[in-house]
């Protein structure tokens, strides 16, 4: 496993921003579990980029990059239903969709830790 420190990270922020958007908190742009579901999307984005991404180009049909994809579209749904107010079953509820998110991006990267299985 390569890079633990960008999974202690990835789960650093997940926490921190579940706990910040679940207590009600105010906290910069962060009012809500709403808000916080979305930036924590925008920052999962952004953090898939820098680690699962790397399947994508190794091995595109590896199971392991087939469960970063089916996490990615989970991702991808609770960012849109938080965005544009959808009542989508499960990830409709801002809190709901917070900790799906959170546990998504966690298990994301710790997929990621993997990629030197597949990258030589």
């Known amino acids: 496993m390569k890079n633990v420190s960008l999974l202690v990270v990835e789960a650093i922020i997940s926490v921190a921003l579940i706990c910040l958007g679940l207590s009600g908190k105010q906290f910069l742009w962060i009012r809500s579990p709403r808000s916080a579901s979305i930036t924590l999307c925008a920052i999962g984005f952004v953090l898939c980029m820098a680690s699962v991404g790397k399947f994508i180009s190794a091995a595109w049909n590896h199971p392991l990059t087939i469960c970063g994809y089916i996490l990615g579209v989970i991702l991808l749904l609770s960012m849109i239903a938080q965005i544009f107010g959808m009542k989508v ?8 969709a917070l900790v799906i998110i959170g546990v998504c991006i966690i298990f994301k990267g710790f997929i990621a830790r993997f990629q030197g299985i597949l990258v030589k």
């Open 89 to 96: 079953p499960i990830v409709g509820k801002s809190e709901t």
